[in-house]
């Protein structure tokens, strides 16, 4: 009864979830950044605000402390899914562009990408597409 009960707590304490902070930061300060996921770059959309710049944000990783990316379809197991963040420039900001960072899941040829502990956008560069280094 002892080792049952032992292996059950084993099993519970080793379930727990894996958190991160991320920090965002944006030049200027005062971006509103959005998250999303997807089968892939094309499919996945920024859909959830996350906050204004700077600020940090608590997510779930999985154990390699590579995105989960909870709710996105998969399209095949060669094609990992994405996960995008886009940050947009303040309303009363002009000359500023829309920046999108990229991180994609694992699949059957390639390792996830892994969370990093801090995301920048610059919102005077014209390049709206940041993928992460591999």
């Known amino acids: 009864m002892k080792l049952c009960l032992a292996i059950v707590l084993a ?8 958190m991160q ?8 300060p005062g971006a509103r950044i959005y998250w999303g ?12 605000f ?6 940090d944000w608590t997510v ?3 154990g390699d402390h590579s995105f989960k990316a909870h709710g996105a379809l998969v399209y095949s197991i ?3 899914p ?4 886009e940050a947009r420039p303040p309303a009363e900001a002009t000359n500023l562009f829309v920046q999108r960072t990229v991180f994609h899941g ?5 390792g996830a990408d892994k969370a990093p502990e801090r995301i920048f956008f610059d919102l005077h560069q014209a390049t709206n597409i940041v993928h992460a280094a591999r």
């Open 11 to 18: 099993a519970l304490c080793g379930c727990a979830p894996t």
């Open 21 to 28: 902070t991320i920090h965002f930061g944006s030049d200027p």
């Open 37 to 48: 996921n997807g089968a892939n770059e094309d499919f996945a959309q920024p859909k959830g």
């Open 50 to 55: 996350l906050g204004e710049t700077p600020f």
């Open 60 to 62: 779930e990783v999985n």
């Open 78 to 80: 060669f094609v990992p």
């Open 82 to 85: 994405a996960i995008i963040f």
């Open 106 to 110: 694992g699949s059957i040829a390639t």
